[in-house]
């Protein structure tokens, strides 16, 4: 892929003043380490005559860098390189992240920026119709005080669901075929959605039940916890149940309002560490049951067979024929735990990944990175988007944050060994520059 200037693969990319600070990526490899250092110093030339930088020639010694106008020749001369394994890159798995990856702005600077991921959003979000304008409107104003709570599932399902499968297809569109996708609560939906099971029309209908049937459950909420499930069970009265175990000790928990607080002063006063989760929702416990009917009425969809795997975050599994076309299967997750961790353990034996979290922050990359297949480096975890605070802001400016964090993940695909090519819509023939 190349990208340069204002040019992703050939591509313009609208939006972007020409500024200095304005994020670029740039991209070069070679047969061996002299043609790695030659095709660098294609890239140098073309950037001091000021003339386009030649595409990348595709080779298993590779280099890329994220840079500005400004900083180009500096940080073309300290960027390290990577030797592609003999035996090709890591196959690329998708991490779908669902309730409590929101936050205000999250992804507007990449919606302003990037048409092919606001393409995908606006798709979403019309089918919505005037519901969808009216979360369009509130969310690119980013600020607090809209007319639904960020953290209600009314505006954070749909939201998410834009912004994941926004993400989503960008990452395709450079030409990347996941090995497997695996998503999270309601990243399972998107996770079909981008594998070709459900149409967006389908997806969004399904989300939109689901939305509907869990908004007339009394208020309640969920709570991560430094523990085990097993070391949980003492703590569970009522209606609190375990609803997600996401890593070793990483748990979470949910349920009404009042008996949630009541164990949650229970595990603070035993020295648990416990935090709140962004959700008014008591997703994934026995409260949620009521929904559950409601939402399996509202499934209205003719599943196709997946371009490729996805696996459940509830069963571990990969998804079945079966499963994709049962209403009752996907009704129930509103009230089922979901098993995160156990599942991502599952994919992972399977040999080396490298995981990609199409989400708007680092919520599963995190968990991600508590497997052992990680942490011993054999797979290795990214982020599409910085979260809510850009440890790079500094540098590249707040408005360019989201497109520096994209550009970082394609740079890392391209060092691994991805070979990364813009998919030209029909309107825009640019197939010379690519």
Known sequence: MTVTGTTVGGMPVTGLPPGAAAPRLLCWAGADPAGERAAR????????????????????????????????????????????????????????????????????????????????????LGVWGAEGEAIRADWLAAVAGAAIPIDDGRRAQPLLFAVDHGLGRLLLSWGVR?????????GEVVAATLAGVFSVAEAVALVRGRVRAAARIPAGGMLAVAASAEELGPYLSGQVAVAAVNAVRRTMLAGPRAELAVVAARLATDGVTVRPVPATTPFHSPAMEPAVAAAELAFDALPRPPRFPVRSGYTGRLL????????????????????????????????????????????????????????GGGS???????????????????????????????AALWCEGHDLVREVPDALDVRADL
């Open 41 to 124: 110093a294609r890239v140098v030339d073309a950037l001091r005559s000021g003339v386009p930088v030649p595409p990348p020639v595709p080779g298993p010694v590779r280099g890329a860098v994220v840079t500005t106008a400004a900083r180009a020749l500096d940080d073309l001369a300290a960027a390290p390189v990577r030797q592609v394994p003999a035996g090709g890159p890591r196959p690329v798995v998708l991490l779908l992240p669902g309730q409590g990856s929101q936050h205000h702005g999250m992804a507007t600077g990449l919606y302003r920026d990037e048409p092919v991921f606001r393409a995908a959003v606006d798709e979403v």
């Open 178 to 186: 996941p090995a497997e996708a695996l998503g999270h609560s309601a």
């Open 320 to 375: 079945t024929a079966e499963e994709a076309g049962s209403a009752r299967f996907w009704a129930r997750q509103i009230a089922d735990p979901v098993h995160f961790g156990p599942a991502l353990t599952a994919l992972l034996d399977d040999g080396d990944r490298l995981l990609v979290e199409c989400g708007p922050g680092r919520v599963l990359a995190s968990l991600a990175v508590r497997q052992r297949a990680v942490r």
């Open 380 to 410: 290795a975890v990214l982020s599409m988007l910085p979260g809510d605070r850009s440890d790079r802001s500094d540098r590249f400016g707040a408005e360019y944050s989201d497109r520096f964090a994209v550009l970082e993940t394609a």
